[in-house]
């Protein structure tokens, strides 16, 4: 097992997270390591998302700390502009995260007052041990694919894949596709591939919140500008998501949530659904909304709960990610959940015992991400000074 040189902080993760933890500490000249699974930095963004995929908050919600989007960026910025945007930001701060390291544990050791990091190297196989005063949690909200259990899937005839496998709809073309999952992901996916001429469908099983990227924008700044209290942002969402889209029971079956769209995103971490041009196509009826799946019947036919089938060619599974930090951070039950998130309520989420932090979890996107990192940035700095 190698032991290598010592830093004051380990980051896991070297997504958006990580990256902003990275530049934060290099601002206050504290010396880091950043640890990351993959072969690549941001690789959900680089390897894992589609094409057509955009920020779907205005950009000034969306930067990491210390670099802005240039002023000539979009407002909404697309993906292959984000990546150039992560490309420079690492360039700038000189960030080199060690790669195809995956951490099988870490714990505090009393006796040195240090974290003991164990990490699989990918590359050779061998363990590596690291230790350090401080670590960081960045491993995201979006860590490992989550496809759920369907009974019959697995002898499905036709192909089925997550999200994380979907570029673009140009190979489906004239293919009858499902969407399980109506989130922004699910929503826009459908959009794309009815656009490449296939056959969508998509599956709406609760209550959704539609609201407008301008309403998304609108909201940000009653909340985080003027700091108009969310329940009176979520009454003007709502009211102005029924006058643009009116009573969306008529065209997905289920109606909006009790709880507004602020509130479902702080407590239960459901996004509203930021409507790009999905709506338009199911109330043309050019995508069908179908209930919940309920089992694979054979062959390509799929049972809903309705007790219809249908066949399909294709199924994506837009079913989100699930958190295995559980699975290799040892001691902590003050932290984390074992969902892998808080368990304190945002501001006092970032922080917790034995110089243990995480960054990215408190379910507000990249704004949240760039909080976490300053404030953690600036803890580290004043217990270090």
Known sequence: MATIEEPKVIIVGAGPAGLATAACLKKSSVPYLILEKDDCYASMWKKYSYDRLHLHLDKQFCQLPHIPFPSSSPSYIPKKEFIQYLDDYVSHFNISPLYKRRVESAYFEESTRKWNVKVRNGNSGDVEEYFS?????????????????????????????????YKNGEKFKGKSVLVVGCGNSGMEIALDLANHGAKTSIIVRSPIHLISREMAYLGLVMLLKYSVPYKVVDLIMVILSKVKYGEISKYYGVKRPKEGPFASKLKYGKYPVVEVGTHEKIK?????????????????????ENGKSHSFDVIVFATGFKRTTHNWLQGDDYLLNEDGLPKAAFPDHWKGKNGLYCVGLS???????????????????????
């Open 133 to 165: 005063k401080f670590l960081v949690v960045a491993t995201g909200e979006a860590s490992y694919p989550f496809i759920p259990q369907v009974p019959g899937l697995e002898n499905f005839a036709g192909e089925a894949i997550h999200t994380t496998k």
């Open 284 to 304: 043309s009826g050019e995508i069908q909304v179908l209930p919940a799946m309920t089992r694979i019947a054979g062959g390509n036919d799929v049972v809903f």
């Open 363 to 385: 379910r507000r996107g990249l704004y949240g991400i760039a909080l976490d990192a300053q404030n953690i940035a600036t803890h580290i700095n004043s217990l270090l000074s």
